[in-house]
């Protein structure tokens, strides 16, 4: 076959080469997370606001990021919550768990509705913030008995609490 035959090359015919859609896929999935975590976020039904139904001191049930169901991690740490009359309120500030790695090398991170404002220091939510990484070591310590660390981020993805266990 002629190397210069042009219905020889992917694009021709139609294909894409791997190497582009794999990065179009994950470029793709990282846009629709982000655009799904602003939507929710900004969305005054979740909190209550004018327009909103209201929303009790809690939630009975774990937020979801809209298409996507919450992790097992997510709902089990969210009944732990329901669980402790002090720790009831912080249902409604967080959205996901996510568990890397195993044993001591375990890093967990939470996505929160926290600090919506990005301040650097200072924040208003930061005891919030230090209230849920507490309540999770608790958590895994006493559920599991194991060690990690968890870091406690808000909407743009920033650390706003890093602790260990």
């Not at 309120?89 to 996505?111: C, E, K, N, R």
């Not at 230090?130 to 981020?153: C, M, N, P, Q």
Request: charged share 25%.
């Amino acid at each position: 076959m002629n190397a210069t035959y042009p219905r020889t090359t992917p694009s021709a015919r139609g294909e894409r080469s791997a190497r582009r859609s794999r990065r179009g896929r994950h470029g793709a999935a990282s846009a629709v997370i982000a655009f799904s975590l602003i939507a929710l976020l900004g969305c005054d039904a979740a909190e209550g606001g004018p327009g909103g139904k209201p929303s009790a001191a809690y939630l009975e049930t774990p937020r979801a990021l809209p298409g996507k169901e919450p992790s097992r991690t997510t709902k089990e740490f969210h009944r732990f919550l329901l669980g402790n009359e002090a720790t009831k309120d912080l249902t409604t500030i967080f959205f996901d768990v996510f568990v890397h790695g195993y044993d001591s090398a375990m890093d967990v991170q939470i996505v929160t509705g926290l600090d919506r404002e990005l301040h650097d220091t200072g924040s208003a939510d930061r005891e919030k913030a230090e209230r849920l990484a507490t309540a999770f070591i608790a958590w895994r310590t006493e559920r599991f008995k194991d060690h990690g660390s968890v870091k406690i981020y808000n909407p743009a993805i920033e650390t706003m609490v890093k602790a260990t266990w």
